[in-house]
């Protein structure tokens, strides 16, 4: 199924591209990664529509819900039994098809850099020339842990947005090279989102919700 491919963490992961250019030296630099971090930062809960892309061009969509430190939720259409649940700690993919749950730390995930307190996006961040003054392109990746894989993130100039930028896209490329492209649209903020919508049907013990 494309969206298994798309979204297994890490064996695959989710977006950015593999780009090497290279950064030049500059305040104007630092303060873009600075004006990125504090607008990653300062989104407090987040719920967007998104369409996922794997590799081979195929692409789902859904609803993504944000809530940090750390949750996320990725529901996809009906047409796509499948989950993704973020709790803090760990990722957990739920294929309804099969009844399958595969669970993973987050900090092993490229999405470690969006979920993980830990990951300092300030500290393991560098920006790539987007050559448009109020798109800002940020990739973040550990160079001690390339098994982490890495994920670039798109921010877009927007007042009203938490730190007057806005998270429109990002790829994910994971430790096997498997590529994913998020992108996200219809962004709301500060919506009300309970703990529960990051519990899931386990499909392996009928009824019952897991954390």
């Known amino acids: 199924m494309a969206a298994m491919a798309a979204v297994a963490v890490p064996a695959s992961a989710l977006v950015a591209p593999a780009l090497q250019a290279q950064t030049a030296p500059g305040a104007a630099q630092a303060g873009d990664l600075d004006r990125a971090v504090s607008a990653l930062r300062a989104i407090a809960t987040m719920r967007a529509d998104f369409v996922q892309t794997d ?4 692409s789902v969509s859904g609803v993504l819900t944000l809530k940090r430190p750390g949750k996320i939720r990725f529901q996809y259409e009906k047409s796509v039994p499948m989950l993704i649940v973020g709790d803090g700690k760990a990722l957990t993919l739920i294929d309804y098809e099969v009844n399958q749950v595969q669970r993973w730390p987050i900090k092993n995930s490229p999405l470690g850099a969006l979920l993980d307190p830990a990951r300092d996006v300030g500290r393991f961040g560098t920006l790539l020339p987007t050559g448009n003054p109020a798109v800002v392109s940020v990739e973040v990746r550990d160079s001690k842990h390339p098994e982490y ?9 927007k007042p009203g947005a938490p730190g007057g930028m806005e998270l429109v896209s990002w790829v994910a490329l994971d430790s096997q090279n ?4 998020i992108r996200l649209s219809n962004q709301q903020y500060g919506v009300a989102v309970p703990d529960s919508t990051f519990t899931y049907r386990d499909p392996r013990n009928t009824g019952r919700r897991t954390h």
């Open 178 to 181: 498997k590529r994913t492209t």
């Open 55 to 58: 590799r081979s061009g195929q």
């Open 149 to 157: 894989g890495r994920i670039t993130l798109i921010f877009m100039d």
